[in-house]
C-alpha cells in the first residue's frame, strides 16, 4: 500500500501523509503504480468535466488544462522546463547541458516552451470538446499512457546522471512487476483511444525521436527529461486527437 501512496504523494499534489519517510525499496516499488495514478488523474478530470459542461468549450479546455497542472503541482512541466534550457544552452555537449538542467533559474527558452506546450494543449482541448466524440475517454487515456511509458522508459534507459531520481528508481525497482504495469497501462490506453491511428503513431514517432535524442546528448535518461517526456508525450497525442 505505501508504495502506491508514494506515487500519489510523488505525482500529485494529493495530500498524501506518510508517516515515515519512504525507503528507496519502497521507491523503486512506486514506480510499478505510475500508469494508475495517472489513470486516477484522468478520472478526475472526468470528474471536473461533469461539473462544467455547461460552461464553452473554450472556457472547460482551460479549466481541465488548469485542473491538470495543479494536480500535478506542475512536476513535468518543471523537467520540460529544464530540459529546453539544457538542450538549446548545451550547445550540444553533454556535461553542459547537464549543467545548465541543474540550474533552478528558468531561461527565456524555458518560458517559450512552457507556453507552447499549454498553448497547445488548451487549443487541443477545445477543439475536442467542440467535436462530436465525447472527451471522457481522451481524459482517462492520455495521463493514463503518458504515465504508463514512464516506468519503460526508466527501466529501458540507461541512466545520463548516476547519483540521480531516475537511477535511484531504476536500481531499486522490481523490473518485472513495473513492465507488466506499464503494459497493462498501454493496452488500456490504447483501447480507450481504439481507432485514433494518426494520434496513436504521432506518439510513437515523437517518443522514439526522444528517446533518440537522450541518447545522442545526455547517453541516457534524467529526472529532467522524464518530465519532459510526459508533457511531450501528452501533447502530442492530445494534438493528434484533435487533427483526426
Known sequence: MRPALIALQFLTLLPIKLSSPPTLREQGYSLAFYPWVGL????????L?????????ALQAGLLLTAWVVLTGGLHLDGLADSADGWLGGLGNRERTLEIMRDPRCGSVAVITLVLVLLLKWLALWSLLEG??????VLLAVPLLSRASLPLLLLNTPNARPDGLADQLR????????????????VMAVA??????????????????????MQRRLGGVTGDTAGAWVELIE??????LALA
Do not use: H, I, K
Not at 132 to 137: N, Q, R, T, V
Not at 193 to 212: D, I, S
Not at 235 to 240: F, R
Open 49 to 57: 468535466l461533469s461539473l462544467v459542461s455547461d460552461s464553452s468549450p
Open 192 to 213: 480507450l483511444l481504439f481507432g485514433a491511428w494518426l494520434a496513436l503513431a504521432m506518439t510513437a514517432l515523437l517518443a522514439w525521436l526522444l528517446l533518440r535524442s
Open 132 to 137: 462530436s466524440l465525447p472527451l471522457w475517454p
Open 171 to 186: 536500481r531499486n525497482a522490481p523490473a518485472a512487476l513495473c513492465r507488466v504495469s506499464a503494459y497493462a497501462g498501454l
Open 40 to 47: 486516477l488523474l484522468g478520472a478526475l478530470l472526468c470528474l
Open 235 to 240: 501533447c502530442t497525442l492530445l494534438l493528434g
